[in-house]
Each structure stands twice: as C-alpha cells, then as structure tokens.
C-alpha cells in the first residue's frame, strides 16, 4: 500500500525540487465548437501568452495575458492559471476577455476550464486544456461557446 501512495506521490511531483518561480512563454492551439448563428469564435484557434508563475509550494499561480486568433475574431486576455503539482499539474485557469470583430465595436467576455499539464523538462511543460468561452457580442445574445485544446510553455 505505501508503494502505491508512493507512486501517487512522485507522478504528482510532490517529491520533486522541479519548482521554480519566473517569467513563463507560452502557445496554444484549440478548437471552438462551431457556433455561427451567435456570432462566437468558431474553428481552429491560435493563442501566444506571456504570464509569470509564482510557486507556492505544492500550488503554482501564473498571473497571465494572451492573444486569441479564431477566423475573424482577435481576442485579447488577462487572467491566470491556478495548478496543483510538479510533475503532473491539473489546475484551472479564468480571463477576462475583450473580443475584436472586424464589423462590430469590442465587446466583453470570459473564458474559464481545466487544464492538465505535464513537465516534459525543467524548462518545458506540454499539456490539454478545455473549458467555455462566454462572450457578449450585444446586449441580448450572449455566445456560450466550448473549447478545447493543446499547449505547450516554457518557463524561465
């Protein structure tokens, strides 16, 4: 049994000395489902982020702000991931969003969802995220659209 407990405990890295706090580079690509009659991001989607993981720990917190590429739409955010572990880190990450449609003025938003990394280097971390991006485009529709991805990040 203290194998077992043993093994949890290293795949979650809370026996490693990995941790370190500093400036964090990152990419992403994810897919939006389509939601063309609300007038939301649909597609494929790029991101790039720049943000700054502060360890705590067991916990790291990464204060962030990206720019989103879907079709049309250019999406800037700020916001930050939370995530648990070393090795293998779940967390979940939140932003606040300010959509720019080529036709219409900005709008405001949010994003919110889980992720799953995995340190595949001391300075490199790869993993899978998904959550909902919620976006106002007018008054009276609001465009609740899911999404889903991969990234990949380095950290200085």
């Excluded at 949890?8 to 580079?25: C, E, K, M, N, V």
């Excluded at 962030?64 to 991931?81: C, T």
Aim: aromatic content about 6%; hydrophobic content about 45%; overall charge negative.
């Amino acid at each position: 049994m203290h194998r077992i407990i043993a093994s949890i405990a290293l795949s979650l890295g809370l026996g490693a000395s990995s941790a370190h706090a500093g400036p964090t580079l990152g990419l992403q690509t994810e897919y939006a489902a389509p939601s063309p009659e609300r007038g939301g991001p649909s597609g494929l989607g790029l991101s790039g982020r720049v943000g700054y993981s502060a360890d705590l720990g067991l916990v790291s917190v990464v204060p962030e702000v990206a720019v989103a590429k879907f079709s049309d739409i250019w999406i800037p955010k700020i916001g930050g991931r939370i995530q648990v572990g070393k090795v293998i880190e779940p967390g979940v990450y939140g932003h606040l969003l300010l959509p720019l449609f080529r036709q219409e003025s900005p709008v405001s938003g949010w994003d919110a969802g889980a992720v799953l990394d995995f340190t595949a280097a001391p300075m490199i971390d790869v993993g899978l995220h998904g959550g909902v991006m919620v976006i106002d485009p007018s008054p009276r529709q609001t465009t609740i659209t899911p999404v889903f991805g991969i990234h990949a990040a380095l950290s200085f």
